[in-house]
């Protein structure tokens, strides 16, 4: 095991310890269905496919999108952006959020078809990666900073993505297609 591995798996456990810790101390953990919303299932068809399932605590967001729960978890969520118009958007892999450099910024976006989002590394918090929930596409996982990774959005829908190291800690996305 390399010594940037255990590094990370330390961050890691420490960073959800305080989380885990903090909630419970604000009593933010009752209440939880303990459900999970993990990736992996579900097909890319453009369907938000949690939609439906009576959960709206993802009501900071005013575009009418319905994430069914897939931001419960993700610190930095603050509504879906709109990027509408634009032919390429940047979204930062790596940024402030969820304990660290755990985040994707902005963590939702509204673009249209046809629409190019390129993924941005920053070089913090470990290495990242960006895969889409349903398996439509997955990028390298990487550490680096500067890299990049680029997906066109050729049809309408919400597509869900999350970084499978750091998923269980909030690291998660979305792109609504118009």
């Given amino acids: 095991m ?3 591995t255990r590094l990370d798996r330390r961050t890691f456990v420490k960073t ?4 885990t810790a903090l909630s419970a101390g604000a009593g933010c953990l009752s209440g ?3 459900s999970s919303d993990g990736g992996g299932g579900g097909g ?11 959960d709206d605590s993802d009501a900071g967001d005013d575009s009418g999108t319905d994430f069914g729960g897939w931001f419960d978890n993700v610190g930095n969520f603050d509504g879906v952006a709109d990027h509408t118009g634009e032919s390429e958007v940047t979204v930062t892999v790596g940024a402030q959020g969820n304990g660290g450099g ?3 910024d902005p963590a939702a976006i509204r673009v249209d ?4 989002v390129v993924w941005e590394w920053t070089g913090d918090g470990g290495s990242h990666n960006v895969v889409a929930d349903g398996g439509s596409f997955e990028s390298d996982l990487v550490g680096s900073s500067g890299h ?10 919400t ?7 750091h998923e269980q800690m909030g690291m998660k996305g979305a792109v609504v297609v118009e």
Avoid at 44 to 54: E, K, L, P
Avoid at 148 to 157: M, V
């Fill in 2 to 4: 390399s010594r940037d």
């Fill in 16 to 19: 959800a310890a305080t989380a």
């Fill in 32 to 34: 939880s269905d303990g």
């Fill in 44 to 54: 890319n068809d453009g369907d938000d496919s949690d939609a439906g399932d009576g």
């Fill in 102 to 104: 755990f985040a994707f």
């Fill in 113 to 116: 078809t046809g629409t190019t």
């Fill in 148 to 157: 990049t990774f680029e997906q066109t959005f050729d049809s309408s829908g």
């Fill in 159 to 165: 597509v869900k993505y999350f970084c499978s190291p």
